[in-house]
T-cell receptor, first 111, second 114 residues
Framework: DQQVKQNSPSLSVQEGRISILNCDYTNSMFDYFLWYKKYPAEGPTFLISISSIKDKNEDGRFTVFLNKSAKHLSLHIVPSQPGDSAVYFCAATFGNEKLTFGTGTRLTIIP | GAGVSQSPSNKVTEKGKDVELRCDPISGHTALYWYRQSLGQGLEFLIYFQGNSAPDKSGLPSDRFSAERTGGSVSTLTIQRTQQEDSAVYLC????????????FGDGTRLSIL
């Protein structure tokens, strides 16, 4: 039962363009969502989060959008940089406890 | 150190052996979590400790898996009678308070069962 889904295993984007990573969830109890970035042989690094009471949160080049009715969130990175190449995980929680993760999207930024 | 520390970084062992994985959370963080990532999969929750409360063990895949947290700080994840399907990267995370987000992750222990 995959409650958090990232349907695109990989994505390639030209440097300087916008990267859009998508995530869908099925559990309507989720009330907090996070994006993590992971480099090989390292642990996930927190990027940005959003509460279910909001529909947008922005931090520098990163913006997360939440559409509760569609149970969908997305991460926008603009402009994309070579250092953004990594695996991105979407995660969700309710009651602010354990995280439920998607399977990740490998983002490759093409110079 | 400033971050979550895990040891060993790599562990190779024979099927049937017991293994212990260690996690040192960020100082002052009261919540500690264990996850694992199998090849090509997302991170899967295993167990969660919060202060002196009973741990949430709902993610442990079998009774061969156990974990403890001594003194509210260091945690050890033990896998008894390891099987090949236990091969994965085991990740530890900590957060500041009950239900605090975000969780901060260590670099994991890559466990390989021969």
């Amino acid at each position: 039962d995959q409650q958090v889904k990232q349907n695109s295993p990989s994505l390639s984007v030209q440097e300087g363009r916008i990267s859009i990573l998508n995530c869908d969830y099925t559990n309507s109890m989720f009330d907090y969502f996070l994006w993590y970035k992971k480099y090989p042989a390292e642990g996930p690094t927190f990027l940005i989060s959003i509460s279910s009471i909001k529909d947008k949160n922005e931090d520098g080049r990163f913006t997360v959008f939440l559409n509760k009715s569609a149970k969908h969130l997305s991460l926008h990175i603009v402009p994309s940089q070579p250092g953004d190449s990594a695996v991105y995980f979407c995660a969700a929680t309710f009651g602010n406890e354990k995280l439920t993760f998607g399977t990740g999207t490998r983002l490759t930024i093409i110079p | 150190g400033a971050g979550v520390s895990q040891s060993p970084s790599n562990k190779v062992t024979e099927k049937g052996k017991d293994v212990e994985l260690r996690c040192d959370p960020i100082s002052g963080h009261t919540a500690l979590y264990w996850y694992r990532q199998s090849l090509g999969q997302g991170l899967e929750f295993l167990i969660y400790f919060q202060g002196n409360s009973a741990p949430d063990k709902s993610g442990l895949p079998s009774d061969r898996f156990s974990a403890e947290r001594t003194g509210g700080s260091v945690s050890t994840l033990t896998i008894q009678r390891t099987q090949q399907e236990d091969s994965a990267v085991y990740l530890c995370a900590s957060s500041y308070r009950t239900g605090g987000q975000p969780q901060h992750f260590g670099d994991g222990t890559r466990l390989s069962i021969l």
